[in-house]
């Protein structure tokens, strides 16, 4: 089988790093309301990959995160007179019964963020300590994009092409506190807005 690697720009043999052991993993959808057919049609791609790989003989263990924090959760959540936990499990149920309905096989595993903070926060040190990452004075940690001389090579993107907030997702807030336009939040500082949704 070949594919398109995108950090050679080629059409490649793709090669197991491990003998008839493949790991997979796509970024699945954030659970702050139901999915849209972009996010099914990316779980449906994702899909016919494994299954060619599968029907290749290797064993494939495939891995799609679902986020259960950000901001829209965040801002929704009070309205719906539910705990974080329920709220999100709602929707990641939803998104599971799609792609049931759709006739695509659940991923073999489906990490929540929420389950990983420990993790994020130990590896948002070490980014830190090395001077990839920064604190603002709001609190928020962004990870510093000029420190990374690589950064978008694997999609051909040049970071000093990038317009500030040019999808405007960023509040005001997000667009002042950076050092940069193209840095992008690794922490949110807690916000009284956040109400009890927030990890040391």
């Known amino acids: 089988m070949k594919l398109f690697n995108s ?17 997979v993993y796509f970024c699945g ?16 791609v994702n899909d016919i990959l494994v299954r060619t790989l599968r029907a290749l003989k290797l064993n494939v263990t495939s891995v799609v995160n679902i986020t259960d924090i950000d901001d829209k959760i965040i801002k929704k959540l009070p309205d719906s007179g539910k705990t974080l936990k329920d709220f999100t499990q709602f929707y990641a149920d939803a998104y599971f019964e ?32 090395s001077g990839n990452a920064y604190k603002a004075a709001s609190g928020d940690v962004y990870f510093k994009v000029a420190s990374c001389p690589n950064y978008g090579e694997l999609i051909n993107l040049d970071p000093s092409k ?13 667009e002042y506190d950076k050092d940069n336009a193209q840095d992008f939040a690794l922490w949110k500082a807690y916000d009284p807005a956040d109400g009890t949704v927030f990890w040391e």
């Open 162 to 174: 990038l317009r500030a907030n040019a999808d405007g997702r960023l509040s005001t807030a997000d």
């Open 7 to 23: 950090l050679t720009k080629k059409i490649e043999p793709f090669t197991p790093l491990h003998k008839d052991r493949v790991g």
């Open 98 to 129: 799609d792609l049931k309905t759709l006739g695509i096989k659940r991923p073999d595993i489906t990490p929540k963020a929420t389950d990983h903070i420990a993790e994020m926060v130990e590896l948002i040190q070490l980014l830190l300590a």
């Open 29 to 44: 959808p954030t659970v702050w309301d139901f999915v849209h057919i972009g996010n099914l049609r990316a779980a449906m």
